[in-house]
């Protein structure tokens, strides 16, 4: 927290994606005076990458906002849990799996995904012996699953430089209540996703009571969008801090 007690604001990536996708948000909270933090997400399995961020919100003083994009927003809700620090959860496009719900069956009952036909697996062997996947997304085929209104060329580097998702990550579900069930919460949801359908993030939004805003934009509306992204950070830090924008 800085000397005029705004909260710190630490953004959660998803997969396919790493921290630096964050680049705009960061800027333009930096120039307002915020902390703005870029968590580097595992991507391994969602207990384990709740837990390491978790245990890293417990390194900051004072209030925290929380942002998750995609596979971050599960994230977030399980790291959040029993933290009182945590004063508001943003999603951008993201998911909010309940207490035992996966994303599949969540993508089950929600058609429209173009997810399940690009994704590549890669097996590997864990340093303790076991056998494992990590899951990418064809690059071929990334700038349409994942992010059609982004440039060419600029896709083309994010496809290139894509952090792998492990397969436990995309089967794992949250253990124990999310913390979207008690912490208010905004939620920035992409209307022509084609890797998360625009319903499902209007189900899992309304589910959770959140402030709802609708852009027209790909699965990564933080990078499409800054602005619209940036503008909801700072609705929810001022819904709850009062740190007017």
């Not at 710190?8 to 333009?28: M, N, Q």
């Not at 929380?66 to 004063?87: C, E, F, M, P, R």
């Not at 064809?138 to 998702?165: G, I, K, S, W």
Request: hydrophobic share 45%; aromatic share 8%.
């Amino acid at each position: 927290m800085d000397d005029t007690g705004a909260p710190t604001i630490v953004l959660v990536h998803g997969a396919w994606a790493d921290a630096t996708g964050f680049d705009p948000e960061i800027r333009a909270l930096r120039e307002r005076g915020f902390t703005a933090i870029a968590f580097a997400n595992p991507l391994r399995d969602l207990a384990g990458d709740a837990r390491y961020l978790a245990e890293f919100l417990k390194t900051r003083s004072g209030p925290i906002v929380l942002v998750g994009h995609s596979y971050g927003g599960n994230v977030i809700s399980v790291a959040a849990t029993g933290n009182d620090q945590v004063k508001a959860l943003v999603y951008f496009n993201g998911w909010m799996c309940d207490e035992g719900e996966s994303q599949q069956q969540l993508l089950d009952r929600f058609e429209g995904s173009l997810v399940g036909p690009s994704v590549r697996p890669v097996p590997f062997t864990a340093p303790d012996g076991s056998e494992g996947a990590d899951l990418y997304l064809d690059r071929d085929a990334f700038r349409a699953t994942f992010a059609a209104d982004v440039d060419e060329q600029t896709a083309a580097v994010m496809a290139a430089a894509q952090r792998p998702y492990g397969a436990a990550a995309f089967a794992g579900a949250p253990s124990s209540t999310p913390a979207w069930k008690s912490l208010p919460c905004w939620y920035l949801l992409g209307t022509e996703d084609k890797a998360v359908p625009p319903a499902l993030q209007k189900f899992m939004a309304e589910r959770a009571n959140a402030t709802i805003v609708e852009v027209r934009s790909s699965h990564v509306s933080f990078v499409s969008q800054p602005e619209a992204a940036t503008q909801l950070i700072l609705q929810a830090v001022e819904a709850t801090s009062g740190r007017r924008r």
